[in-house]
C-alpha cells in the first residue's frame, strides 16, 4: 500500500531532521528543497508543491534568527507571513492539510502562569509580530493546523544545548540568565506530537512543548548536570543580556487542547536527558 505523501518546509532545520528521521517508516515524506525553496517566491512553492502533490504540508520554514528579525523587520515579514501566505494557499490548492509551526513569541510574556491556546496574544518583538501573522495566513485555509512551540534544540543544528556543551567544555564559568521562563522542548518529543495532531486533531491552534517550565539558568545546570560539567553556572538578570529582540519574560506554553486529544510530551528534564544520550 502506498504511503500518504507529507512534504515539509524548512527540512533542513532541526525539527526537519526530527521529522525526516522519525516520520519515515510510515509517510513518504518529501523535503521541499530545504533553505534552496524560496518561501517569499509565490511561483517557486506553488510549483514545488504542485510537483509534491502531497496530502498534508507541514510547514516548519521560517526566519528564526530573532534579532535579526528586529533590525531587517521587511525580511521577516517576507518570510514568516508572505511565506506562510505562499506554503498556504499552494497546500489548498492541491487539497493538502496545512500544520503550520508557531513560536510563544506571539505572546507579550507578563502573564503569572503558561499562555494556553486561548490566551490574548501581544508580541513585543518582529519576530513574534510576523510569526503572528504568518499563523493569521495559515489559518485562513480550510482544516489548517497551528502548532505553537517553544525553546527548540534537537540532535543536531545550533541550539542553546549544543552551545552550552561548547562552552562547558571551553570555560570554568558562565553566565546565563535567570529571570526568562519557558518549555525546553526536544524536536523529536515536537515530531512525535505534530504526528498526532495532524492525523486526530480538528483545525486550531495547539501548543506543543515538553512539560514543565524552567528558566535558561535551569536548563544551563541541567545540563551541566547530565554531562558532569564542573563549569560554575551563574546567574544574571535578562536585562544584563543586551540583544537586538526582547524575549517575553514569560514565554511557558500549556495546552488545553492536546490532554482532550490524549496527546501529551514529557517531562523536559526527561527528554534532555534522551538527547544527550544518544
Known sequence: MARTKVAITGSTGQLGESILRLWGERWDVIPLGGQSLDLTSWSAVRNAIAQAQPRIVVHAGAATNVDRCETEPEWAFQINALGTRNVAQAAASVDARLVAVSTNYVFEGTKDAPYHEFDATGPISVYGASKLAGEREALAVPDSVVVRTAWLYGR????FVATM???????????????QFGNPTFTDDLATAIEAIMVNAPSGIYHAVNCGTASWF?????????????????PIAGSEYRREATPPTNGAL???????????????????????ST
Request: with cysteine; charged share 30%.
Open 156 to 159: 543536531t543544528g545550533r541550539n
Open 165 to 179: 556543551r561548547r562552552l562547558m567544555s571551553e570555560r570554568d564559568t558562565l553566565t546565563v540568565v535567570d529571570d
Open 254 to 276: 500549556t495546552s488545553l487542547a492536546l490532554p482532550t486529544l490524549g496527546i501529551a510530551l514529557p517531562d523536559w528534564r526527561d527528554a534532555l536527558r534522551r538527547c544527550i
Open 218 to 234: 535551569d536548563w544551563a545546570n541541567e545540563i551541566a548536570a547530565l554531562t558532569s560539567a564542573r563549569t560554575d553556572v551563574r
